[in-house]
């Protein structure tokens, strides 16, 4: 995908041309993967841009840093305002947000302590991430040959870079099979995630997703949903799932940032169907929620 060029970037403290926010090639993060990220998106409502659950999110970044040792120097309520300076000074009315702090130029070896922290906040337009179609008619999706890391390996539980490359391997061997996207079993064969969402499936009316427990990222969206769900009066539970509660739902859906709520339509070739009606409704639901047209949900939005 084309990178769509913005205006700025926030870089360790001001706003830079976008093309100026460059690194090093001895940055320690490219070499060692050490660095975390937030995904974020801001939305239009009828009172303008607004962020969803933005301080979550950045309560979730300083979480993540916080477990490699890494401070920030900004305190969450910093990070929020620099989002939305960020948004203004792009004069975006809708956009994803990628906070993301690394270790830079300074040492090499593993060891990312003696390297400075970077801080930076890139913002730019993002369709959703498996494309407006995946929204409507679902996705085909299969079970990956990767293992989701173990959950005392990089821990599947903090949005680390190098976590990723584990999910790009899944990515690529979706990708070749001809998948829209991968779902990593944990090395007991439960089911995890996508390479980049959370994993859900309706049974009877019961919406169940895996436990964090089971070596998953603790998704924003994740929680958004199971929250929509149950103020909808659906039974929502956290429970363990093998492959085959995927090939025999009712309904499968996955939830993200970038991918928001997204249908799928076959695991494995095991026909699941065009989107189901329990997700249809918390996907509609869930975009009246970002949109700011739930009033009940007016709290988790963050105007610009
Ligand atoms: N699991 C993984 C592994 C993951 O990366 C994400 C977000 C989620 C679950 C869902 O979390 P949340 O966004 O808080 O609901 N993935 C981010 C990065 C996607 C990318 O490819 O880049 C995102 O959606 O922003």
Redesign the pocket.
Known sequence: MAMPEVDYIWMDGELVAWKDAQVHVLTHALHYGSGVF????CYSTDDGPAVFRLTE?ME?FERSARMLFMDLGYPVDKMVDVVKETIRANNLPAC?I?PLAFRGYGSMGVDPIPAPVNVIVAVWPWDS?LGEEALVKGVDVGISSWRQRGINSTP?AI?ATG??LN?SFAKIEANRHGYAEGILLNEEGKVC??????IFVVRDGVISTPPVSDG?????????VMVIADALEYPVIEESLVRTDLYTADEVFM?????EVVPVRSVDGHVIGDAGPVTLELQKVFFDVVHGRVPEFAEWLERV
């Open positions: 937030e995904g974020i998106r999110h979730r994803y990628r991430y599947p949005k976590n990723y999910s995630e996508g390479t980049g969402e959370n998953l990222l603790e998704g924003i969206t994740r929680d958004s939830t993200g940032t970038a991918a």
